[in-house]
């Protein structure tokens, strides 16, 4: 009996469609090519960043993952498009309005061939998004969809570090539909400012570093590094994220999970955080001082207090440390109104009800937090304490440069990811039994 003959799939008629198709789409972009600046171009960009990143998102091979991720880029989009068209966002303002102007007025710089406007510190964002105007034109939605794309893979992250750190993939799970569902990470991924940027930056920085923690590779170490300084070129408190960092690498060998107090290993990392320091230092430390030991002055704080306890959510107006002693005093409080402030007393409008509901979600998960981390201990006390001191110094050095509850919520932003990945270990109850070594690859 004969076999029957091949079936051709791709037949004459599938080619001409085909075919069809490429030149209908080649047309359309020849065409939008030329809309610079116009909401078509911006659409047409957004639906084909969507399309890529949901074709990583099927290529994950986890099914829960992918549709979390998915719920991720949506909803961060639909925040977006209303923020974009339809409704004025919080913090779509002011800072927002300022870093969207300058990156208009550098790309048209660049494209005029005039002097760019200066972009130290912060302003290295305006950098960034006039460089998108520069190549697309004027089109703000392109410049949110940035932090969007960040926004979703800072939830991926989360993923990774809590399986890193030895947590199953129910909590990983749960991590990351905290993540993906969490009112200031969906309203930083729709708005002009560079909050995602450091945060995407110093998350993925944490997972490398608690990667080369666990195996040792010092690829992962390196990558660790290169994100921290990338964060810290946009805010250069983040850097301080590098103390931490510098004192493990130091002294503690990885790959044999011991602590010398000097090696060639220490000899190294010291040679090289001074060359960092030597050639990147006034871009990454552009936050503090330009005396160091000011950050432990008073009299620093009184100046800088001055100008930043203002305004309708100022707290601690009067609370001024005179020495260092108050200094020493005073940390806790202040980290306490960081983390937690607006209270109820400080209730005035429907912006500070929407401000506390944001600070009982942070005490919520603090409180989970501090399980988790008794489980993290019990896996590994390195990766315990290298949380401890990351979130410790960061968050005390961000409380300190704080005095106004709406500053305070856009700051502590940047370290909720670690606090979620924590968190999500201290919820979800582990079994007996339960093989909690999962492989994260």
Known sequence: MKNPPAVNDFSKPNKFIFVLFACAISIWLGYVSTAMGTDLLGFTILMLVMFFVLLYTFKLQDAALTYILIASLFLRTGIALLGSYLIRLPDSEADAAMFEGLAWDIARAWTHGTEVPPTPGAYLYSKVI????????????????????????????????????????????????????????????????????????????????????????????????????????????????????????????????????????????????????????????????SDISLIFSPSFYQERFANTAVGRGAYLMNVIPASPLDMLIQTPIRVFYFMFAPFPWMIAGLSDVVGLFD???????????????????????????????????????????????????????????????????????????????????
Do not use: D
């Not at 030895?166 to 993540?179: C, D, P, R, V, Y």
């Not at 608690?210 to 810290?232: D, R």
């Open 359 to 441: 600070a009982i979600l942070y005490l919520v998960l603090i409180f989970f937090g501090i399980k988790g981390l008794i489980r993290i201990k019990q896996k590994s006390k390195e990766a315990f304490w290298a949380l401890i001191l990351i979130l410790t110094l960061a968050i005390t050095m961000f409380a300190w440069g704080t005095a106004n509850y709406g500053t305070a919520i856009r700051h502590r932003q940047k370290f909720v990811p670690i606090i979620i990945s924590v968190a999500a270990m201290g919820i979800v109850r582990v079994k007996k039994g339960e093989n909690q070594l999962v492989n994260e690859e």
């Open 130 to 289: 006039g460089f998108i105007y520069y190549a697309f034109g004027r089109i703000p939605l392109l410049a949110n969809y940035l932090s969007v794309i960040l926004g979703v893979f800072i939830v991926y992250f989360i993923y990774k570090i809590i399986l890193t750190l030895g947590g199953s993939k129910k909590a990983a799970l749960l991590g990351g539909i905290i993540a993906a569902f969490f009112p200031t990470l969906n309203l930083y991924s729709a708005v002009t400012l560079r909050e995602n940027v450091i945060t995407f930056f110093l998350t993925a920085s944490v997972y490398y570093f608690l990667k080369w923690i666990k195996n040792g590779s010092w690829f992962e170490a390196g990558k660790a590094l290169v994100l921290l300084l990338t964060a810290s070129a946009f805010h250069g408190v983040v850097i301080l994220v590098g103390v931490v960092y510098g004192f493990f690498l130091c002294f503690y060998n990885a790959k044999r999970k011991v602590w010398r107090l000097f090696s060639i290993q220490t000899v190294v990392m010291v040679i090289a955080a001074l060359g960092v320091v030597n050639i990147f230092g006034k871009k990454l430390l552009n936050k503090l001082p």
